[in-house]
């Protein structure tokens, strides 16, 4: 990401701090955390708000969104878990750190089909490991944390927020 935006490498450097400093703050709308985010973002730096939203959404995560589908593609023995979970009616929910989770799945190849829930983390207003958020994410699933597999990439975060919930967790690597 750094190598195709090292154009606006501050406004990189300054989304990962206010990540930093926003993944300990609840908030009640989604709107509240990006306005906090973004405000974060533009604190000490000639950009206001509205500059950090528009580069945020106009071009950082369209940038990852390409790279995801240039670099990556679902490997095929997932893509055949996600099938037998659904033919055994297990119900799955992508819940993510970042916005566009369709057009990510999509640029994966992977059809969203597959899932009961798509939601990011700052819709429900916070970052992972929020436990309210977890929470709102096994409310919508009507799902019972005792019997919840939560599958991520990152044990600070995604296991974080299994543990926060009561749920299990399954560490995914490269």
Excluded: N
């Excluded at 090292?6 to 926003?22: D, V």
């Excluded at 037998?84 to 992977?110: N, P």
């Excluded at 009961?116 to 699933?141: F, H, I, N, R, T």
Aim: with cysteine.
């Amino acid at each position: 990401m750094v190598r195709r935006l090292w154009w606006c490498l501050p406004l990189l450097m300054s989304e990962r701090l206010a990540r930093r400093e926003a993944h300990q703050v609840q908030f009640a709308t989604e709107q509240e955390f990006f306005d906090a985010f973004f405000a974060a973002m533009a604190r000490g730096h000639w950009w206001g708000p509205k500059v950090a939203a528009k580069w945020y959404h106009m071009v950082y995560i369209p940038a990852m969104v390409r790279l995801i589908a240039r670099h990556h593609k679902a490997r095929p023995e997932a893509l055949a878990l996600l099938d037998e979970c659904r033919a055994r009616g297990l119900k799955m929910a992508i819940y993510s750190d970042y916005g566009s989770v369709e057009e990510k799945l999509a640029a994966l190849g992977i059809d969203k089909a597959q899932f009961a829930l798509l939601v990011s983390a700052p819709e429900l207003g916070a970052l992972k490991p929020s436990k309210p958020c977890a929470q709102k994410v096994l409310d919508m699933l009507h799902a019972d944390p005792k019997t919840t597999l939560f599958v991520g990439d990152r044990d600070e975060k995604d296991g974080a927020s299994a543990r926060a919930v009561g749920a299990q967790f399954l560490l995914m690597g490269d």
